[in-house]
């Protein structure tokens, strides 16, 4: 755009200084006419004292034979004015100058509008893994649900006392729901703290207000790690963390 710019005012500056040299020629040659004509009535008044002074005959001929290439010249002039006027109509319909505003102001609001674009593109892809996180949260949720539903069926025993039986199903249930997860390598996760029993870290998992399904323990020795996860990038696990006010030590496994 500047440079096609740039290529009009330049044509526009060449054709002024074609017109500015035209009108300097002009004047140029109706001053010599005038000097041409004075010269000769002052030649008639001094040679022929008392003779009538006749007027000095003018050549048409000469007139024309000037004016001639003057208006070729003129004529070019007015063709690259022209030219100039038809392709500023050209670039006026493409950049789509608005009323009372320059080209560089029109050219302002353009690099606006680019940045207000660019800037909701960067806040959409922000939020993104936010809600691929939360579909795989959905999707992980249904599978513990579908998984709990298959444990939580009871199973038909025949038995002579069927207070025992019972008694055996709310067992096996409390184990499926107290089942800690295993950490699964090659993934991101938050360590929330290290115990030495399993008590302890069912009570330090009541008190974060995290889904059941992103906890995961790490068994070391005699420690249980306690880990948030799995996230498949570090940022994910940044964003979690600022989500649910989650503090803890973030790292690879």
Sequence with gaps: MDKDLKDTIRKIEEAKKKQERLEKTIIILSGILIIIVFTVIGINLYSGKGEKVSEPEINIVDEKAIE?????????????????KQEQEKKSKDIKKPQGKTIDEALKEKEKQLAKIKEKAKEEKKELPKKVSSKAENKEKKKQQQVHKKETKPKVVIHKKPEKVVKKETKKVIKTEASLKQVVKGFYYIQVGAFTSEKNVKKAMKSYKVPFSHFYVQRVGKLYKLMIGKFKTRKEAQEFMRKYGIKGILKKI
């Design 68 to 84: 001639a290439p003057v208006k070729k010249e003129e004529q070019k002039v007015a063709k690259v004015n022209a030219e100039i």
